[in-house]
């Protein structure tokens, strides 16, 4: 029973369909996989930080899946838009 949830939970994959930030992210060492449209959900979710910039990326989708993200740097790269709206911001 135990390696069955240990397969589901590496499983869990983000889509990212840019292979320019898919790239990024491989630099950073959260992907280890060739480039195949996405990452394991585990090695991102408690990035807090994450520096793009320069990277040619013209999306960010997936984005949403580092949860515990609280800085993102970027800058000249090719996108047009950025959905943050998933991000709970905690005012005190």
């Known amino acids: 029973m135990l ?9 869990e994959t ?3 369909p840019d292979p320019n930030f898919e790239d990024a992210l491989k ?9 195949n449209g996405s990452v394991p959900t585990a ?12 990277k040619n990326i013209s999306s ?6 580092f949860t515990s993200l609280n800085y993102l740097s970027c800058n000249e790269n090719q996108l047009t838009s950025l959905d ?4 709970i911001i905690d005012i005190q």
């Open 84 to 87: 943050l709206s998933y991000i």
């Open 3 to 11: 390696l069955g949830f240990t397969l589901v939970g590496f499983s």
């Open 14 to 16: 983000a889509e990212i």
């Open 60 to 65: 960010l989708i997936g984005i949403e899946a």
């Open 27 to 35: 630099d950073l060492g959260f992907d280890i996989t060739p480039i």
């Open 43 to 54: 090695n991102v979710s408690g990035v807090n930080l994450l520096e793009v910039s320069n």
